[in-house]
């Protein structure tokens, strides 16, 4: 309440000058980006730290005892406490930084998920990314253990009953989103790794479309292993979190091998690094993880409640634009959702009407958004997806209602 | 570039009403058609009698440039020899990947001119094509089935 009366309203005006793509147009039309689920935006902030590190401090890290390399390792280790406090993470030694959520899912299916054997079962949802279906089928291939998925219902919620009934002792791994991509559905992430612990299953949290939407505290949370993306966070590309507690990375074998993972190499023996540089074989994203640091300070200095609040009024407003468009359908209605709407258009197949959007400068993504099961079970074959983000703004939404009644003109 | 050139009146009218569209049973041949970025789906049942394609049908969920190109496709393709069919096969695929090129189509495309609009969209190109890769999967599958098994099962076709 404090906070409310103290800050100034939201300035999406503001907010979208510090993002240089916004200024741009797409065949001449004013650019509505309207897909920061796929990938968010950066800000000046973010571009410039990157380029200030490239121009000043860039040289591999870990290794020269000259200027310029300690310079890099402090960028780097910089960003590395950065993530730290943003997640609330006990340690720097908790942070693990991978290409991406999906090689920090890869990472724990191959190196945690080793202990897995015949019986041994791993519960997902069906409202997952394909990032955190197929290396758990891959896992059970290898280990012969069972996957199991959890159930969701006509409006795109999770059928919680049923997944407490699919928990069980055999239970080893409940993996899940905490937000879906497809829907915008938020899962009840608190009752869900309860009822996981509970029955002695450890927990993974998929982040990738929660963590720039609201705060995440992973204490709090009690989950086992969190996982996000830098790129949907304001961030660069190429660039992941794994946070696990100490306690759980010191238990698990080392994943990839290289150089940076060890502390000695013999032929005879070979030592593995100290936590959290035992995953991170090789030379790493240096540049990344500056730019990932300096998104996160983009973000909280605009408030990460600001931001949450601002995208739910617009998903609000979105949404009952959205249904009073003739023939269309809105896939998810969750009680609680992102801004993230997913729908289709009677009529009009959804790449169709992505190209026409597109025509209009509308960029939503159109496919299976990487979660092919969840078009299934809604029982179509791609949905258009408008997602929003910090910079997002109203006259975004009515280019999108305007671009919707141009596809009604074309297709008659 | 105009959206009017992408969606032409011939290609909406074969999405709303589409040609030649469901199954043959039985068929001489068939390929399944997949486009996993969008979703398309296209299934090819073929009539063949010696080098001739006698008939087709196509059946499956897509787009309306995916549905409209399988259904010119089949109108296209019937009644036509196979050096005559992968004639076509080639003209049509250069004028697809013709991107920026103001050239017109060549006239021996008869309808299937109407898909050269295709060819400013790059993302699209691929629903457009679909149908095509399919007939030549449908028509390589049966040439091989005919090596299998020697010239007997030719001439009982
Ligand atoms: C929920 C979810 N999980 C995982 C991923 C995969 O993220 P990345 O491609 O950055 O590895 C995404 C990205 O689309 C996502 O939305």
Redesign the pocket.
Known sequence: MNAEMTMPAYDVARVRADFPILATTVRGKRLAFLDT???AQRPLAVIEAVDRYERSSHANVHRGVYELSQKATDAFEGARERVRRFLNAASIKEIVFT???????NLVAQSWGRRLGPGDEVLITWM?????IVPWQMLCERTGAVLKVAPIDARGELDLDAFRALLSPRTKLAAF??????LGTVLPIRAMIDAAHAVGAMTLL?????VAHERVDVRALGCDFY??????LYGP?GL?VLWAREAVLRDMPPWQGGGDMILTVSFAKTTYNELPYRFEAGTPHISGAVGLAAAIDYLEALGIERVHAHEQALLARATRALRAVSGLRIIGEAKEKTGVISFTLEGIHPHDLGTILDDEGVAVRTGH???MPVMEFFDVPATARASFGCYTDDADIDQLLRALGRAREVFG | MDLKDLYRDVILDHNKQPRNFGRLDPCDTSADGNNPLCGDRLTLTLRLEGDRLTDIRFEGKGCAISTASASLMTEAVKGKDQAAITRLRELVHQTLTAHGEATLPPAELGKLAALAGVRDYPARVKCASLCWHTLGAALEHHAQRHADHGPATVSTE
């Open positions: 689920a796929a990938s290409r991406g959520t999906t090689e920090s899912i997952e990314h394909h990032a955190n989103t905490q937000v879906s991509n497809a998929d982040g990738a479309q929660a996982v996000f993306s830098s790129h949907k590309t992941g958004h990487c979660a």
